[in-house]
């Protein structure tokens, strides 16, 4: 070979030395992902192998376990039962069941007495004719048309209020205002509500099993009965929930016991300043306590409370 030839073939020599060196290249490239490929390989036939073991056995679980683990799950039952007994319990007011609407009249009229003794012992002040929102049953018994839930619910509302009541009488509360209570019984057409009647429903939650009644307390009492009544209420037996409560001072309508004329520089025209009276007594609060009776359902009373 002479430098002739090289010269006529300068772009083949060109492209053959560009296509070693890049062959190179790329084996050393090869060659250093080659590990990684070899162990990536390496852990796939691993899995593989444990793959067909898993598949040719047939694996149980030890003799122990099999008895821990049944134990166990008796153990999770008897505390689900005891958890659903002790939630019934606490949770579930029983009325007295009534054979017709007037025997409900009846036991209304003699409940509403002795609610009304037990106040007027503790010296708490309530309106003229107050029924402990049952004023719809003053002088009218439940439409019978409306069947057995309907006692039912109002004597379940009943038993709730007489439980309020007792609250309210172990607070030390001064003045009771009214007790409103949802209006179980359909109103006529174009009726209103009674002054002691709510307009939130009574709600059935049939899957969660409970049912929510709502109450309201409008009451006027000092802040130590205040503070009293909501623990009352908050350490109740009955599943009591506070919705929320609303407090203002009482505003009271006072005479004038003394009076000053004052003249200025002699003149004919006066002023009169007036003088109001000092209390005697600590500010008392109009306070409402909105709450709600939470009663939880066995799934037969919550299949019955939705018809």
């Excluded at 002479?2 to 300068?10: A, E, P, T, Y």
């Excluded at 069941?97 to 509403?112: D, G, M, N, P, Y």
């Excluded at 009492?221 to 599943?239: D, H, R, V, W, Y």
């Amino acid at each position: 070979m002479n430098s002739l030839w090289f010269k006529q073939n300068k772009f083949l020599l060109a492209f053959a030395v560009a296509f070693i060196v890049m062959f190179g290249y790329v084996g050393w490239l090869l060659w250093g992902r080659y590990d990684t490929y070899k162990q990536t390989q390496d852990n796939l036939n691993q899995k593989l192998t444990q793959l067909g073991l898993l598949e040719n056995n047939n694996p149980s679980p030890l003799e122990s376990n099999v008895t821990l683990g049944d134990e166990n799950h008796k153990h999770v039952q008897e505390a689900q039962r005891s958890l659903n007994q002790l939630v019934l319990r606490n949770s579930t007011v029983r009325p007295q069941r009534f054979a017709s609407a007037i025997e409900f009249a009846q036991h209304l009229r003699k409940t509403v007495r002795q609610m009304e003794d037990s106040t007027e012992k503790a010296k708490i002040t309530v309106p003229d004719n107050f029924r402990f929102g049952f004023i719809r049953y003053a002088t009218a018994v439940p439409d019978k048309k409306h069947g057995a839930q309907l006692l039912e619910r109002l004597g379940r509302q009943l038993l709730v209020i007489q439980e309020l009541t007792k609250l309210v009488v172990a607070s030390g509360v001064e003045q009771v205002d009214a007790i409103k209570r949802t209006d179980i019984e359909p109103r006529p057409r174009g009726a209103a509500l009674s002054e002691d009647a709510l307009a939130d429903p009574v709600v059935v939650h049939p899957q969660e099993h409970y049912m929510v009644m709502p109450f309201e307390l409008q009451l006027t009492c000092s802040a130590k009965a205040l503070q009293k009544l909501i623990n009352c209420i908050a350490t109740s037996e009955k599943f009591l929930v506070i919705r929320y409560v609303s407090v203002e001072p009482e505003t009271l309508q006072r005479k004038p016991d003394a009076a000053e004329t004052l003249t200025a520089e002699g003149a004919a025209v006066a002023e009169t300043v007036t003088l109001l009276p000092v209390l005697d007594r600590p500010l008392r609060l109009r306070v409402v306590v909105r709450l709600d009776y939470i009663e939880v359902l066995t799934p037969k009373a919550a299949a019955r409370a939705t018809k």
